[in-house]
């Protein structure tokens, strides 16, 4: 059920992505003949009055359509209400309108975290580092050693840990890096304190690994904020929070792309993320729909091919010439845009896939 909450998160983000465009058009009296969410076969289709909305197979995305290039339409070439016969201005208000959907969308689902679920605050019951899952081999390192869901790492080879991230971190880089020798490790289970001696097992990287799920242990209590004026205004200050975060996510990617490409998520990876947090922590899936939105805006505003921002500097170069660019040169740029980000999504799809399967090795073994 965690992995259908995941993807229904994604789901509402591409409708509430796509309601943008097909709304800004419809409200100007734009025709529009089809609204998608995914692509590929149609699974599910209605033939409205002027338009067919459709779910298609792959729910990768959606598309909003319009008769302009559509052979089969009896609209005529010259009619006003086409989107292409429409001042550039009422046609970048609804190339835009998607992303300004995701944005006004996200702002509104952290408000809806501040101000009904609450703002999570984390106390220590004590120092140290959870172990929060096992690794379902039976023949897991961990289990061989005695190790149990819920127990407390305390130190590791004498280093004493405390209830950060960072600190998580460095017991995970001391199993990393010990692999095929013992690791000392001190544990509290309830209110008994346990030593016990562990060996990594080397993974074919090299790195050592002993099965086991880590989280710092905290205690989460929400607090929400009944005040609505109070949450509106948190709620911008987190919404400012995320956007910067973002922008220096990507400003690190384009200049220091060797070490943080391999941070770029595709959709399998999402899926298993908000999958993890529906199935840990529940009253994170607004602020976890709310980073995706965001997410969703920037990169669509990025002026690429295929995508929002690729469209809106067709326009622009339209204003700066004062007729656009030749159909033949537009849809050239659009059609390579749009195989190389597939190319992309495939390549995420492929890698994620491959780790995944990897991770569950004793899946194979069921078969064997």
Do not use: C
Request: proline share 6%; glycine share 10%; hydrophobic share 45%.
């Amino acid at each position: 059920m965690s992995v259908l909450a995941a993807i229904a998160v994604l789901a509402v983000l591409i409708l509430v992505h796509e309601l943008g465009h097909f709304v800004a058009a419809r409200s100007q009296g734009i025709h529009v003949n089809r609204f998608s969410l995914g692509f590929g076969p149609i699974l599910w289709k209605y033939q409205g009055s002027q338009t067919e909305y459709a779910i298609r197979a792959f729910p990768l995305g959606g598309f909003v359509g319009f008769p302009d290039d559509d052979p089969d339409s009896d609209i005529p070439p010259n009619d006003p209400n086409l989107l292409r016969n429409r001042p550039i201005l009422d046609r970048a208000i609804v190339i835009s309108a998607g992303v300004i959907a995701n944005l006004i969308f996200a702002y509104f689902l952290l408000v809806a975290q501040i101000g009904f679920v609450g703002i999570p605050q984390t106390s220590p019951p004590q120092p140290g580092v959870l172990i929060q899952q096992l690794a379902p081999d039976v023949s897991s390192v961990a289990q061989k050693a005695g190790i149990q869901k819920g127990d407390v790492i305390l130190a590791a080879n004498q280093r004493e840990f405390g209830t950060s991230q960072q600190e998580l971190e460095a017991l995970r880089e001391i199993i990393k890096t010990n692999a095929g020798k013992p690791v000392k490790l001190e544990i509290a289970r309830g209110d008994q304190k346990l030593a016990l001696n562990i060996v990594p097992e080397a993974k074919s990287n090299g790195e050592g690994s002993i099965g086991i799920g880590l989280s710092p242990n905290v205690k989460v209590e929400r607090h929400a904020i009944t005040n609505p004026l109070k949450a509106l205004n948190m709620g911008a200050i987190e919404f400012q929070r995320i956007i910067t975060m973002t922008f220096k996510g990507f400003g690190q990617l384009i200049t220091n792309f060797g070490e943080t490409a391999g941070q770029v998520a595709g959709p399998i990876k999402i899926v298993q993320i908000g999958s993890s947090i529906a199935q840990n922590d529940t009253g994170s899936l607004f602020f976890f729909a709310a980073l995706i939105s965001i997410n969703l805006a920037i990169i669509n505003i990025l002026p690429l091919p295929a995508l929002d921002g690729g469209q809106l500097a067709f326009l622009l170069i339209e204003g700066v010439r004062g007729k656009p660019l030749p159909n033949r040169v537009q849809e050239g740029v659009m059609q390579t845009g749009l195989m190389l980000l597939l190319g992309l999504g495939i390549f995420l799809i492929v890698k994620e896939t491959t780790q995944l399967t990897s991770q569950l090795e004793w899946v194979q073994k069921l078969f064997q």
